[in-house]
């Protein structure tokens, strides 16, 4: 099945510094890579996806980027606010697979 | 729009006690799921359906019991709690694109659960 990876596990910048979250996946057929945000006390949230056949996305200070070759994929935020502090999670999965493979999070925290 | 309603947000057991977890969605989404999130942990997946009518083990499914009552519902059932499944359970929903393209799990809130 699935396995996807995701680096570093705690990660902290400074405010108006960017941040680079990495998952790597297994699955060579995986299609599908949301990134979901979860602040303390919680529920996990998507906040950008990116699909296999585009190598990047971006919405405002948050973008995404796909290396199918190499099988990885990234989180890039930039101009990082105190309000970006939370738990990040990447996930992946296949058409019609009917669940997804989430990473282990990654606990960015902003420092004002 | 609700979104995906979980029910009870809070929940206190004694060990061997039995309850059941609801969940309902109101986007007709075919996909339902049931994870367990540890204190500073990562999403665990326990059971989920991809339609109405299925139902498969995920990673965690021992201990654990689910019913896909309809599309709407998907219920998760402990037959005997243990200190071990302490934890806060969260549903989750996701539909369908063209092709059968995945889209976006939706989260509900989250059901805190203790047992002593």
């Known amino acids: 099945g699935e396995n996807v990876e995701q680096h570093p596990s705690t990660l902290s910048v400074q405010e108006g510094d960017s941040a680079v979250i990495k998952c790597t996946y297994s699955?060579?057929?995986?299609?599908?890579f949301p990134w979901y945000k979860q602040e303390l006390g919680k529920r996990p949230q998507l906040i950008i996806d990116?699909?296999?056949?585009?190598g990047e996305k971006k919405d405002q200070r948050i973008a995404v980027t796909l290396n199918k070759t190499a099988k990885h994929f990234s989180l890039h935020i930039t101009e990082t606010q105190p309000e970006d502090s939370a738990v990040y999670f990447c996930?992946?999965?296949?058409?019609?697979?009917?669940?997804?493979?989430f990473g282990d999070g990654t606990t960015l925290t902003v420092k004002p | 729009n609700a979104g995906v309603t979980q029910t009870p947000k809070f929940q206190v057991l004694k060990t061997g006690q039995s309850m059941t977890l609801q969940c309902a969605q109101d986007?007709?989404?075919?996909?339902m799921y049931w994870y367990r999130q540890d204190p500073g942990m990562g999403l665990r997946l326990i059971y989920y359906?991809?339609?109405?009518?299925?139902?498969d083990k995920g990673e965690v499914p021992n201990g654990y019991n689910v019913s896909r009552l309809n599309k709407r519902e998907f219920s998760l059932r402990l037959e005997s709690a243990a200190p071990s499944q302490t934890s806060v359970y969260f549903c989750?929903?996701?539909?369908?694109?063209?092709?059968?393209?995945?889209?976006?799990?939706?989260f509900g809130d989250g059901t805190r659960l203790s047992i002593l």
């Open positions: 996930a992946a999965s296949r058409t019609n697979a009917g669940k997804s493979t």
């Open positions: 990116i699909r296999s056949n585009v």
């Open positions: 986007m007709n989404h075919n996909s």
């Open positions: 989750a929903s996701s539909g369908r694109g063209t092709g059968g393209s995945n889209q976006p799990q939706h």
């Open positions: 359906s991809a339609s109405e009518g299925t139902t």
């Open positions: 699955d060579s057929a995986s299609n599908y």
